[in-house]
């Protein structure tokens, strides 16, 4: 509907190039044990920028690196944005 339509624009306006940070277990080569997928990006989301984004809801390749990768939230079908995690090394 033309409400919910409007709802996720303003949600995409509050969320626009968001910057996520997650610490993953890597190697010293900068390749993770495991993988950082939309779980992952869901969670930092919330606790980091204060809402809520449904994993269904962000589109991305499995990052198996560390360093910046993007990726994107689809608010709705009319309606998606752009972000980037960060993904860093986990202290030990």
Sequence with gaps: TAADKESAEARAESLSECVVNVSA???????????????????AVSTQLGTQIDQRQIKVEL?????SHSFTID????????????VVAEES
């Design 63 to 67: 990052i198996k690196d560390l360093g």
């Design 25 to 43: 277990k890597s190697s010293d080569e900068g390749r993770l044990f495991g993988s950082v997928g939309a779980s992952e990006i869901s969670d």
């Design 75 to 86: 608010l709705h079908s009319e309606v998606s944005i752009s972000g980037t995690v960060e």
